[in-house]
């Protein structure tokens, strides 16, 4: 079977075919102001498990994934504590990859930033305004004015008779907010005019000087890593409306392609103990929270991928423990088959990779589990009622390996490496010296590279980037 998902636009499930030769997908990425909580944990494990499910189908894919570092909550907060706006967002920024290696998660093909592509934006709001799609007004903002765009509202379903499609909003205001509700739409922000509040976090534009909306950014972004269509687009629930709606309206209107994105899937939200998860009701976790009570990332990891992505996800402390125990009967299942078949633990670890052929195999009703709208559940109930049956055959060992990639469950491994936190001053001093050495300014990268050995850590560059490691 080839894998499916619902699409939210047609609201049907769809097989996914690449209309390329490489399978382009783009998620919405974390706002950096706080360390990441489980819920967004579900969305982004979510995604990794579809990208895997993907690659063992034999998909090469492209995934792109942001970091939103300007908007209203990352001002504010970076202001509360006198950091430069770029200074408070990397340590986030910082926190969120570090808690991502922990959960197993594949890093993206391209994570861009979106102060990095202020530029990019600014040229699809000049190419809207030219058109007529958005207006400026009197504060140097711009808005798009979503009564020029016939779709409005498809992917969300608003209904369009009761929509207010004028430049106000239902109780007269432009909505100069990032996020609403439905009741509110309106014409939307596409650039913010420069107001006090915002200190030095401004750019200069054709309207004045000022600050991206946060829909944009999205558009911008995907447009110049993955093309004006691409294949597939992701996020929460909480951002089919008014985010992804607003950035089919942009994107569509300022490349004049359509459709902006061939699927849309968005997961369901997760709960804590049958509530939703909030500070102040005392139920919202981070990663470290469940690590600090004795979990470790891969049963945290297990517990948030087990519901199927189209139904809120109901964490509990019981369901961690499930975890742990589905964990361990997985381990000696497998541990024992593969005692028969004289295959060890290290060498049965090579097989977790995408490539297995599942037909014909004990695990094909699992991979047709996962193809079938991507149904994580079923997959998993399929594989425990499989274990009985596993006879140590070489052709069941090889898809159990790909199957656990799917799942990202690489369960004979050790974490501990991957779970060693890099100090936020060391990962600092490494992207200064990167900065340094792109601006060859050798002198200063030496000297950055000497500190950080010194404090007993070794980076090691590639061909794009840079990695951190504790030195032997
Ligand atoms: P944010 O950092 O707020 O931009 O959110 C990052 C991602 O997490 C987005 O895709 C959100 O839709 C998603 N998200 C936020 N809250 C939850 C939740 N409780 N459950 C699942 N996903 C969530
Ligand atoms: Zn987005």
């Keep these: ?110 994570e861009p930033r979106a102060t990095e592509h202020i530029s990019e934006q600014l040229s699809m709001v000049e190419k809207l305004v030219d058109t007529g799609h958005a207006y400026a007004t009197k504060d140097g903002s711009v808005y798009f004015k979503i009564s020029t765009f016939e779709n409005y509202g498809r992917l969300a379903n608003l209904d369009r008779e009761h929509m207010a499609t004028q430049m106000t909003n239902s109780a007269g205001e432009a909505n100069n907010a990032d996020e609403y509700e439905r009741e509110s ?34 558009s911008a972004m995907s447009r110049k890593y993955l093309g004006d269509t691409f294949d597939l687009h992701g996020g929460g629930i909480d951002l089919c409306f008014p985010h992804h709606e607003n950035e089919i309206a942009q994107s569509e209107c300022a490349t004049g392609a359509s459709p902006y994105v061939r699927y849309w899937f968005h997961s369901a939200h997760l709960m804590v103990e049958g509530e939703k998860m909030s500070k102040s009701l005392g139920n919202l976790f981070t990663l470290d929270d469940l690590l600090k009570k004795g979990y470790t990332p891969q049963q945290i990891r297990y517990a948030l991928i087990s519901g199927h992505y189209r139904q809120q996800l109901n964490f509990t402390f019981k369901s961690l423990d499930d975890a742990k125990s589905a964990l361990s009967k997985l381990r000696k299942g497998v541990s024992s088959t593969l005692k028969e078949a004289g295959m060890s633990e290290e060498e049965f670890n090579k097989l977790i990779k995408p490539g297995a052929e599942f037909a014909g195999t004990i695990f094909e009703g699992a991979w047709n589990a996962m193809c079938d709208d991507l149904n994580v559940p079923r997959a998993l109930g399929e594989i425990f009622a499989a274990l009985g ?70 980076v090691f560059d590639s061909k794009d980037g840079f990695d951190i490691k504790k030195s032997q």
């Design 185 to 218: 739409v309106a014409d939307f922000a596409l650039w913010k005019g420069r107001k006090p509040e915002d200190g030095d976090n401004f750019w200069k534009s054709p309207w004045g000087e000022g600050r991206p909306g946060w829909h944009i950014e999205c």
């Design 389 to 458: 049956k596993f006879g140590g055959k070489t052709a069941d060992i090889k898809a159990l390996g790909s199957m656990l990639y799917a799942f990202g469950l690489d369960i004979f491994a050790d974490n501990s490496e991957k779970a060693e936190e890099i100090p936020a001053e060391i990962s600092d001093m490494a992207r200064r010296r990167w900065e340094a050495k792109q601006a060859r300014n050798f002198a200063l990268a030496d000297e950055l590279r000497k500190s950080i050995a010194d404090a007993g850590w070794t």
């Design 1 to 110: 079977m080839k894998p499916s998902i619902t699409n939210t636009l047609s609201r049907k499930k769809e097989e996914l075919i690449p209309s390329e030769a490489a399978f382009k997908m783009y998620c919405c990425g974390p706002t950096v102001y706080g360390p990441a909580h489980i819920g967004n944990f579900r969305t982004f494990l979510t995604q990794d498990v579809l990208r895997r499910t993907l690659e063992c189908a034999g998909m090469e894919v492209l995934h792109v994934r942001n970091i939103t570092d300007v908007d209203d909550k990352t001002i504010r907060e970076s202001q509360k504590l006198g950091l430069s706006l770029s200074k408070f967002t990397r340590k986030w920024e910082d926190k969120f990859h570090a808690d991502c290696a922990k959960l197993n998660m594949l890093p993206p093909s391209v």
